[in-house]
């Protein structure tokens, strides 16, 4: 079989519903390594939140911030920040309504209030701590992607009044404010374009509503048995949950395994 790249999402496709790795995924990654594939990962997290990861699946090349920075074989290659000026206006905005932003770079994450419950419950949803109070994270550094902490009712007058920034949602509580336009698919494409590999040979698994544009981007698309209804819609085929050996029959009925 031809060298093939296979992107998977994190959370819910790699790690299942308690946040851990199945043993028979690290399996399956190992087996595809073995054979000569590229295993790279595409998820809306920030390189630090899954480094740890990284390392015990020996994967050094991955999507992170939904396609806002890009990194291959451990170097960056797509770095696509936000408007720093708008980042500001809408976060005196968001001030204004109490809901709190979350900024993060490839570093590090900062909050721009003390402490706030929905920051609490969402960010500890991913098994991570309320980030620490630093409302100027933002000056002199790349800000890639914030977290706007409100109910999705609440959110409409973000996205009419903000017009530079895309919001995708992944927690009741927290949406992600990304470029408008950005996404894991751009992402995958750059990598792409980097190893000259063409779109037949690009394989890609996930659950979520940032992971649209990048199961529409190949002809090989994975959808988790648990990922959401119009996740499942557009992928070319949908697997068992993640809880059930997903990873390891949709890479069997893809013909990887």
Known sequence: MSKKLIFFDIDGTLLDHDKEL???????????????????????????????????LGISTFVSFNGQ?????????????????????????????????????????????????????????LKFDHPAFDPSYLEGREIYQSLLFCTSEEQPPYEKEFAQFDFIRWHKFSTDILPVGGSKAKGIEAIMEKLNMNREDV???????????????????VAMGNAMPEVKKVAGFVTKDVDDNGIVHGLKHMGLL
């Open 22 to 56: 199945p043993a028979s995924t690290e399996e399956a990654i190992g087996t595809l390594q073995e054979a000569g594939h590229y295993v790279a990962i595409a998820t809306g997290r920030a390189p630090f939140m899954y480094k740890q990861l990284r390392e015990r």
């Open 69 to 125: 920075y890009v990194v291959l074989d451990g170097e960056p290659i797509l770095k696509n920040p936000l408007n720093k000026e708008e980042l500001k206006r809408l976060t005196e905005h968001a001030i204004g309504h109490d809901h709190p932003v979350v900024f993060m770079d490839h570093r590090d994450m900062k909050a721009n209030i003390p402490f706030h419950p929905h920051i609490e419950k969402s960010i500890g949803s």
């Open 203 to 221: 394989y890609v698994f996930g659950d979520g509503p940032n992971d649209l544009e990048m199961l529409q981007c190949t002809p090989n698309s």
